[in-house]
């Protein structure tokens, strides 16, 4: 049952679009940056609600969509001051989707990205020297399967390289091949002088990505992206709420079905991200002087134990614990 809900609650694979695609959602105009089967990515000027449920309408050349959707997640946009990202679940045929997709693709507008939320990022402070493909970059946040990169020089979409960083205090050296899946420009100063920003997918090599993200957040130079995973939570969350109903029988256990399907969705992204499910287990240690007097039921169960702290110890540690039982 575990995996099936697990499964269910995982998000759908995205395609990142280059340039964004001019849409709109009710009557506001809208920027779609990514799309999925199930839901897309949008920048907005306005802020919109979370629950607001309207019309998502996009065209690209002959083919042209309008889906029903409704707002997950919405949040101001860091890279835009003064405008908003905002996610959408979309209700439609699935093949109206994969048809705009594949126009998508063969147009080269569209880049198959790996879903970043099974992969949490973790910020680096200060930033860290790196190369990539020899030329001198710096890291802004790391995970398992991509890095976040600062660079003087604009590098094109698909420039593949060699992504190379020592982690400091310590003999660990990473070399791992990568490809830039996005790029941007991050800032201007004086006349000619410019930096930028790019996204590098890393498909190789995550033990040795996770063990650098370990010691880089021992030393407290690595910190968890706390609005993803917010954000995250929050998707999560949804999904629960949306499969509730389907999942009725859980609750003869006395778990009510839509705390089953959150512990075992945030269960799953822990299990997917061994780093992030040790950091929440770490700090649940730390954090709680006895474990035994506070959460007795899972007291000795690591997984459990950081899937409770994961979720701010708002769900009593017996329904953790119990939910364990059911999934395994």
């Not at 991200?273 to 730390?286: F, G, K, L, Q, V």
């Not at 506070?294 to 997984?303: E, G, K, S, V």
């Given at each position: 049952?575990?995996?099936?809900?697990a499964?269910?609650?995982?998000?759908?694979?995205?395609?990142?679009?280059?340039?964004?695609?001019?849409?709109?959602?009710?009557?506001?105009?809208?920027?779609?940056?990514?799309?999925?089967?199930?839901g897309?990515?949008?920048?907005?000027?306005?802020?919109?609600?979370?629950?607001?449920?309207?019309?998502?309408?996009?065209?690209?050349?002959?083919?042209?969509?309008?889906?029903?959707?409704a707002?997950?997640?919405?949040?101001?946009?860091?890279?835009t001051?003064?405008?908003f990202?905002?996610?959408?679940?979309?209700?439609?045929?699935?093949?109206?989707?994969?048809?705009?997709?594949?126009?998508?693709?063969?147009?080269?507008?569209?880049?198959?990205?790996?879903?970043?939320?099974?992969?949490?990022?973790?910020?680096?402070?200060?930033?860290?020297?790196?190369?990539?493909?020899?030329?001198?970059?710096?890291?802004?946040?790391?995970?398992?399967?991509g890095?976040?990169?600062?660079?003087?020089?604009?590098?094109?979409?698909?420039?593949?390289?060699?992504?190379?960083?020592?982690?400091?205090?310590?003999?660990?050296?990473?070399?791992?091949?990568?490809?830039?899946?996005?790029?941007?420009?991050?800032?201007?100063?004086?006349?000619?002088?410019?930096?930028?920003?790019?996204?590098?997918?890393?498909?190789?090599?995550?033990?040795?990505?996770?063990?650098?993200?370990?010691?880089?957040?021992?030393?407290?130079r690595?910190?968890?992206?706390?609005?993803?995973?917010?954000?995250?939570?929050?998707?999560?969350?949804?999904?629960?709420?949306?499969?509730?109903?389907q999942?009725?029988?859980?609750?003869?256990?006395?778990?009510?079905?839509?705390?089953?399907?959150?512990?075992?969705?945030?269960?799953?992204?822990?299990?997917l991200?061994?780093?992030?499910?040790?950091?929440?287990?770490?700090?649940?240690?730390?954090l709680?002087?006895?474990?035994?007097?506070?959460?007795?039921?899972?007291?000795?169960?690591?997984?459990?134990?950081?899937?409770?702290?994961?979720?701010?110890?708002?769900?009593?540690?017996?329904?953790?614990?119990?939910?364990?039982?059911?999934?395994?």
């Open positions: 049952m575990q995996e099936s809900a499964r269910n609650l995982r998000a759908a694979e995205r395609f990142l679009l280059v340039p964004p695609i001019q849409a709109t959602f009710g009557a506001a105009p809208i920027a779609v940056c990514d799309i999925s089967e199930k897309a990515r949008f920048r907005h000027d306005r802020p919109l609600e979370a629950g607001t449920k309207s019309v998502l309408k996009l065209a690209f050349d002959s083919v042209a969509l309008a889906l029903e959707a707002i997950v997640w919405t949040h101001n946009d860091t890279a001051p003064g405008r990202v905002s996610g959408v679940r979309t209700y439609g045929p699935p093949e109206q989707v994969q048809s705009l997709i594949a126009q998508l693709h063969v147009s080269h507008r569209s880049n198959r990205i790996e879903e970043l939320r099974t992969t949490d990022r973790f910020f680096i402070s200060p930033l860290l020297d790196a190369t990539f493909g020899g030329e001198k970059i710096r890291i802004e946040n790391l995970s398992a399967r890095a976040r990169v600062e660079l003087p020089h604009e590098l094109l979409r698909g420039t593949s390289g060699t992504l190379q960083f020592t982690v400091p205090n310590s003999t660990i050296e990473v070399a791992v091949e990568g490809q830039i899946v996005w790029t941007a420009l991050k800032a201007i100063s004086g006349a000619v002088s410019m930096l930028y920003r790019a996204g590098v997918f890393i498909n190789e090599k995550p033990e040795l990505m996770r063990v650098a993200i370990g010691h880089l957040c021992e030393i407290n690595a910190a968890l992206d706390t609005q993803s995973l917010r954000l995250k939570l929050k998707i999560i969350r949804a999904r629960a709420r949306q499969l509730a109903p999942y009725r029988d859980v609750e003869t256990s006395g778990i009510p079905a839509e705390q089953y399907l959150l512990i075992q969705g945030v269960r799953e992204e822990l299990r991200n061994p780093e992030e499910a040790m950091h929440w287990y770490r700090r649940a240690r730390i709680i002087n006895d474990p035994a007097t506070r959460a007795l039921p899972i007291a000795n169960h690591p997984d459990a134990l950081a899937v409770w702290e994961y979720l701010d110890r708002m769900v009593d540690p017996s329904i953790v614990g119990r939910a364990f039982e059911l999934g395994n």
